[in-house]
């Protein structure tokens, strides 16, 4: 009697974890301003994951057919389970291949988040040191005047001699030291390739997140590469200390949490009409695209399952493991993305493991067929 009580009581969780994998699927599928809180619920792929694959193990060990509940919900979401682990074997990286890092590099550290003066120079240390040949930068700062002359010393000291920077605002400040100085922060694209043509799609929704584009012409052919940052949640600390109350088991006030979960619906429907307009654009390309950047949403997110179709994940194809790009302790939210036309052959895929910003910087080499 207990023995049949605990089966059926087993099987009934199994059910319901399998719908909820199966329902995480559709949260890419389906647009959050149809139906908002599936996007909820592909947040937690990884964990239904795990949960069915747990469950396949325990009905095989215990020689019950129960398992092919989980194997069946397993297959059904083998495109999702793709996007979010990979595993690739080695490949040979051709001496013409061109290499394009993404990088969301937190301003720099202007503001000393890390409380490491020394953030700054080690950023640019990584660049020279991985000296990819195009650069899409999220979050970057540079000043007119002072110290902070970023786009001056990406151009003379490590040798971009093309760029595009996207000033989505700017600030005029009076310092006692160096006087009227103009602050800029936006998107910006930095090239040892010259740059042809450029242009943005202006989110109708957003001041702060944007997209650029940048026609690069690479070994004779051009290459259209799509630099964008999607909505922020913009948590702010109140926030962030109520979901550390929540990881530790505390009381977290209910006005707190509907707070949080309001920024992360309204992030997530403003991110699909910009995925939308992104997607508007890519398809008025006559060349070859490369879309990148930081669109902070998962794999499983509808965001990535537009902005991907009919691209090709530089991750799916030469990654390996989970690939996560932002930095915090569960280690698998992977939200920097390079995706490319298939007539652009991926030859490698790399995450830099450095926590000098928020983000890791991700490098991809590519080939350039010929015309």
Known sequence: MIRALLRNTMLSVNGVVAVLLLASKYSGIISPEAVWWLA???IL???FLVLNLSFVLFWLLNRKPYFIVSLLALIFCWTQIRSFISFSGPTTIPNDAVSIMTYNV????????SHNAETRHKIFSLIKRENPDIICFQEFYSQDTAEHKNQVYLKDSLGYGYSFFNKTFTRHYNSKKHGLIDLHWGLAIFSKFPIRDTGTVDFSNALSNNCQWADVEVKGKT???????LQSIHLGYDDYNTIEEIEEEKTASWFKVKNILR????AYVKRALQVAQINAATQLSTVPVIVCGDFNDQPISYSYHKLSNGLVDAFIAKGNGIGATFVNKFNFFRIDYLLFSPSLPIHSYSTIRENYSDHYPVVVRFGIEKQ
């Open 40 to 42: 909820f619920v592909g």
């Open 263 to 266: 920024k992360f619906k309204n």
């Open 106 to 113: 937190k301003n720099f550290d202007l503001y000393n988040w």
């Open 223 to 229: 290459v259209r590469v799509f630099n964008t940052h």
């Open 45 to 47: 792929f990884p964990l």
